[in-house]
């Protein structure tokens, strides 16, 4: 018949395993009492029988070679539940034990007295008990012998645990010992006087002090030159240790500064902790650590004052700056919002950049947000209506704000442009102005000619009708013969109309005009007929070779233009020479046509020709020229996708027009070079 199970037998168990003895090896004091036990008892067989769930187990043995047996079969699971010395005197005449294996079949037990063994905290968890396999009996005296020897057993349970206690202890005091003396924060131990009674290295090494020095040492020292936080002077008694001492409070992160003989200040974050022995209120000790926060309070300095520089730029900087997170909110801003959107930067603070830019601005620059959440910059222009009905223009950027390769937020710089905006434009429209000009300038250095070539096809025409208009009134009018002076003013009238139509060419602006397919003879003929009398009347000799069926696409006007600058420019400049001439040569090439305008000098000095494409630069006399002819014909070739250049090497004076024969690509007005 197996025991039953103790009353409280997971707690029973719970207590075994805290002594943490089970499956232990052999140790000679347990071994000894099991000796004693089997020799008082005169009992060959002897046990120290710890009782597990399933299982006794022998802690010490005597006549005995097993180690344990189950606990179904166990005297010792029966012993347990006992108070006293548990005794079986025949166990083949009792009902518990007489088909016990270990009556039946071995060790043949005839005897069992068992006194059971006791936890620390009161629960039954084996036995010291003795065996025989013949039977036997015990003497009052041997059952008080048994008992004693299991209350040792108990106290060697006690003593072991309280070993183990010690050795923790141990341990954890090593441990402490250890890390007090090798953290880089500085302990000391004062008594209730305030006087320093132990402390480790760091509280040497950071006090700057010898442990003869700071033994002893109270808080109430005036060498230490003690200031607080704002740096006014610091009591003895308001240092935290004393406050401490005198309050029974902890006093935490503390900051005060200390100065030792000559040296610097030193500052310290000191917290305090109060020790308290049993059933006292007011502390006996109290622990003091503190670490030297001298250069980390030197970073903070610098680095508020960092911020303030800092600030101070960002808020005299003119453009509209702001650092927003992932979710738009804004995170830190510029005083220039105020001046543009009305908005200080507290007020931005913590707000959505939809609240701040408003709904129709942000779903305009909504798309370029979303590319700056991916990690792109970027940069574009944007114009917005004012509350004053003006234009405004803004140049923006957005840069993403990267960190552990995610983006977190982005920076937003925004700059105004709306005067650079409203001064391209006034520039544009003078560069125009000085187009418009530069070209009617040309136009009236040939307006004698100009005139001269309209005046003596009138004065042929005037003659011609006087003469008919005589005859007409005689009746001498002869048909055959009259009816050629007729023919003469016809061929007159052709040739002003001729005159005018290039004068009408030449002076409208075809800035804007489509390209159209034209010959080269008819820009330059029509060119030429501008300027050919002036150069007839200053002796100039003016030729012109040109293939009648070469063709380009254009704007007749403005190649017009070019010619008559480079024309009027050879004009100036062999005025005064003694051999005067003028040619113009047209080279045709597979895709592109080349103007040659040569004349009688022999070249230009190198100095000049660095700079005479450039606007305003002339070496023309005061009043002479403007300065913009050959910049602004270098200006259209380039809107025709050619080029002007000036031809080095050349015996003469020689400049080329290089044009595309046709116009692929889209062009848009011209500017001045």
Same mark, same amino acid.
């Given at each position: 018949m197996k025991a039953p199970y103790f009353s409280n037998e997971a707690k029973r168990l719970e207590s075994l395993a805290s002594l943490k003895i089970l499956d232990t090896l052999p140790e000679l004091d347990f071994d000894n009492i099991a000796f004693l036990a089997a020799q008082i008892c005169n009992m060959p067989i002897a046990l120290i029988s710890i009782v597990d769930d399933k299982r006794q187990w022998f802690k010490a043995k005597v006549g005995i070679d097993a180690s344990e047996t189950h606990r179904d079969f166990a005297f010792c699971a029966h012993a347990i539940l006992q108070s006293d010395v548990f005794i079986v005197d025949d166990p083949l005449h009792d009902e518990k034990f007489k088909d016990n294996p270990l009556v039946t079949v071995g060790p043949h037990i005839k005897f069992y007295a068992g006194a059971p063994l006791f936890s620390p905290? $009161?629960? #039954?968890? $084996?036995?010291?008990?003795?065996?025989?396999? *013949? #039977?036997?009996?015990?003497?009052?005296?041997?059952?008080?012998?048994? *008992?004693?020897? &299991?209350?040792?057993?108990?106290?060697?349970?006690? %003593?072991?645990?309280?070993?183990?206690?010690?050795?923790?202890?141990?341990?954890?005091?090593?441990?402490? /010992?250890?890390?007090?003396?090798?953290?880089?924060? !500085?302990?000391?131990?004062?008594?209730? &006087? !305030?006087?320093?009674?132990?402390?480790? #290295?760091?509280?040497? *090494?950071? %006090?700057? %002090?010898?442990?003869?020095?700071?033994? $002893?040492?109270? &808080?109430?020292?005036?060498?230490?030159?003690?200031?607080n936080e704002k740096g006014h002077d610091l009591p003895g008694h308001e240092h935290p240790a004393m406050l401490c001492l005198s309050t029974g409070q902890k006093q935490n992160n503390f900051i005060m500064g200390i100065k030792q003989n000559h040296e610097h200040m030193k500052w310290l974050k000191v917290n305090s902790a109060p020790l308290f022995e049993e059933n006292l209120t007011s502390p006996i000790y109290v622990v003091t650590t503190f670490v030297d926060i001298t250069v980390d309070l030197e970073m903070q300095k610098n680095i508020r004052q960092n911020q303030k520089e800092l600030r101070f730029v960002l808020d005299n900087v003119p453009y509209m700056i702001g650092h927003w997170d992932s979710q738009l909110i804004n995170l830190e801003a510029n005083t220039a919002y105020k001046k543009y959107i009305g908005v200080t930067p507290q007020?931005? /603070? $913590?707000?959505?950049?939809?609240?701040?830019? !408003?709904?129709?601005?942000?779903?305009?620059?909504? #798309?370029?947000?979303?590319?700056?959440?991916?990690?792109?910059?970027?940069?574009?222009?944007s114009t917005n209506l004012r509350l004053d009905g003006h234009l405004n223009y803004s140049t923006i950027c957005y840069i993403p704000d990267i960190q552990d390769g995610k983006v977190v937020g982005f920076l937003s710089i925004v700059v105004d442009i709306t005067r650079l905006k409203e001064l391209e434009m006034s520039r544009q429209r003078l560069e125009i102005n000085l187009i418009e000009s530069a070209r009617l300038s040309a136009l009236g250095e040939m307006a004698g000619g100009v005139a001269h070539e309209i005046n003596n096809p009138l004065t042929i025409i005037l003659g011609n009708i006087m003469l008919l208009k005589k005859k007409f009134e005689v009746g001498t009018l002869i048909r055959d013969e009259d009816i050629k002076g007729f023919e003469t003013i016809e061929r007159t009238v052709a040739r002003i109309a001729k005159i005018v139509k290039g004068l009408r060419a030449y002076s409208r602006d075809a800035e804007n005009d489509p390209f159209e397919s034209t010959t080269i003879e008819s820009i330059i003929e029509h060119t030429t007929e501008l300027c050919a009398e002036k150069f007839k009347l200053n002796d100039i000799i003016l030729k012109s070779n040109c293939d009648t069926s070469i063709k380009i696409e254009c704007r007749p006007s403005q190649l017009s233009q070019v010619i008559m600058n480079l024309l009027i420019n050879s004009f100036d400049a062999i005025i005064e020479l003694p051999q005067k001439w003028i040619e113009i040569q047209v080279i045709e090439n597979t895709s592109s046509v080349e103007i040659h305008v040569i004349d009688s000098g022999v070249g230009i000095d190198n100095h000049v020709v660095e700079k005479m494409m450039q606007p305003f630069f002339t070496t023309k006399n005061v009043g002479k020229g403007t300065g913009l002819g050959l910049s602004i014909s270098f200006g259209i070739a380039k809107s025709h996708h050619g080029d002007l250049t000036y031809k080095n090497g050349c015996s003469n004076t020689t400049f080329v027009l290089k044009l595309p024969k046709t116009q692929s690509i889209k062009t848009g007005p011209l500017h001045c070079s």
């Open positions: 905290d $009161g629960f #039954p968890i $084996g036995t010291v008990c003795v065996i025989d396999s *013949k #039977p036997n009996t015990l003497t009052a005296h041997q059952t008080q012998a048994l *008992k004693a020897l &299991s209350r040792q057993v108990t106290r060697l349970f006690e %003593l072991r645990m309280q070993i183990e206690h010690l050795d923790e202890v141990r341990e954890h005091l090593l441990f402490r /010992k250890t890390a007090t003396e090798n953290i880089s924060e !500085g302990i000391v131990l004062q008594n209730q &006087s !305030g006087a320093i009674v132990d402390f480790n #290295p760091a509280a040497l *090494k950071i %006090l700057n %002090l010898s442990a003869e020095e700071l033994t $002893g040492k109270t &808080s109430m020292d005036p060498t230490w030159k003690a200031v007020e931005m /603070k $913590g707000k959505h950049f939809k609240d701040i830019l !408003g709904e129709s601005v942000f779903q305009k620059v909504r #798309p370029q947000v979303a590319k700056v959440l991916e990690g792109h910059t970027v940069e574009f222009e």
